[in-house]
């Protein structure tokens, strides 16, 4: 049985954004832009990371590392192996970081 669509909603698009999404209807062969809406909307689950005290200190601490780092280097102190290996691990977690906020915006 098909629905009757009485519920409307009010979207507002900044010029560029229109202008893109003309572009992807064009492409698309002309579709409605509510076929287009609904589509799009509904075809992918729409998850949100929350952000945990966890992620929160996490970040705390690797901006504290990087810190102390720059301070060090602006103190003409050189980085030994050591140093490097720590700057090593610190952006590997920054960029697991990054991919678990990346996954679900």
């Known amino acids: 049985m098909k629905e009757n669509k009485t519920i409307t909603k009010i979207l507002r698009l900044t010029p560029s954004e229109n202008e893109k999404i003309q ?4 492409k698309l062969g002309g579709i409605t832009f509510s076929k287009f809406a609904i589509n799009s909307m509904l075809s992918r689950p729409l998850t949100k990371t929350p952000i945990t005290k966890e992620l929160i200190l996490e970040l705390s601490r690797q901006g504290s590392n990087l810190n102390q ?3 060090s ?3 003409n102190n050189s980085l030994d192996r050591v140093a490097l290996s720590l700057i090593n691990q610190s952006l590997e977690r920054l960029n697991e970081l990054y991919e678990i906020l990346s996954d679900d915006s």
């Open 69 to 71: 780092i720059a301070r």
């Open 23 to 26: 572009d992807k209807l064009d």
């Open 73 to 75: 280097l602006n103190q």
